[in-house]
T-cell receptor
Framework: GESVGLHLPTLSVQEGDNSIINCAYS??????FIWYKQESGKGPQFIID?????DKRQGQRVTVLLNKTVKHLSLQIAATQPGDSAVYFC???????????FGKGITLSVRP | NAGVTQTPKFRILKIGQSMTLQCAQD?????MYWYRQDPGMGLKLIYY???????DKGEVPNGYNVSRSTTEDFPLRLELAAPSQTSVYFC?????????????????FGAGSRLTVL
């Protein structure tokens, strides 16, 4: 099976609330993780990345948390906006010369 | 920069037909990739290339071929189209290499090519 998976297929949040999207990975050798956002009809776009020697990394309105003990990755979006509605993918990489492995994706729907 | 450009955006094929999906990038990236995305699923790697003249198989290479004669172009060839190849295809590129934050491993994706095989 896939080594990168997402707990829930869909997430619905109220505009202005914070969103938390979770991702589990099974390979403890993974050392690099990326979150991508895919809007309808478009290719995935980079949001934020994190290395395995970090627990947390912040971007603009987004934070990625990495818990290596339980092999869990999360993406937090502050003050969720309608433009955040999209499918979100986590991806992992094991070493410099390996390829990214993508999870199935979770749909974030923002209610006005 | 145009980024990653894919053509065509849409195509309908009959079973057994062949076609080539084109991909070009103008960012001087070394690594290029082809993924397919089936409904409700993540991205599956078909083929990738770490530089001109070098290609390698990904997770789902059967039924496809690629070539990398230049740094900029990475076409994907379907020789005998089958209904199982109905999907959205994404080309991507990156500098590749070490896991530098926000750098070499960030893939830039094209807008996708939707292929239907009937």
């Amino acid at each position: 099976g896939e080594s990168v998976g997402l707990h829930l297929p869909t997430l619905s949040v109220q505009e202005g609330d914070n969103s938390i999207i979770n991702c589990a990975y099974s390979n403890s050798a993974s050392d690099y993780f990326i979150w991508y956002k895919q809007e309808s009809g478009k290719g995935p776009q980079f949001i934020i990345d994190i290395r395995s020697n970090m627990d947390k990394r912040q971007g603009q309105r987004v934070t990625v948390l990495l818990n290596k003990t339980v092999k869990h990755l999360s993406l937090q979006i502050a003050a969720t906006q309608p433009g955040d509605s999209a499918v979100y993918f986590c991806a992992e990489k094991r070493g410099a010369n390996s390829k990214l492995t993508f999870g199935k994706g979770i749909t974030l729907s923002v209610r006005p | 920069n145009a980024g990653v450009t894919q053509t065509p955006k849409f195509r309908i094929l009959k079973i057994g037909q062949s076609m080539t999906l084109q991909c070009a990038q103008d960012m001087n990236h070394n690594y290029m990739y082809w993924y397919r995305q089936d409904p409700g699923m993540g991205l599956k790697l078909i083929y990738y290339s770490v530089g001109a003249g070098i290609t390698d198989k990904g997770e789902v290479p059967n039924g496809y071929n690629v070539s990398r004669s230049t740094t900029e172009d990475f076409p994907l060839r379907l020789e005998l189209a089958a209904p199982s190849q109905t999907s959205v295809y994404f080309c991507a590129s990156s500098y590749g290499g070490v896991n530098v934050l926000g750098g070499a491993n960030v893939l830039t994706f094209g807008a996708g090519s939707r292929l239907t095989v009937l």
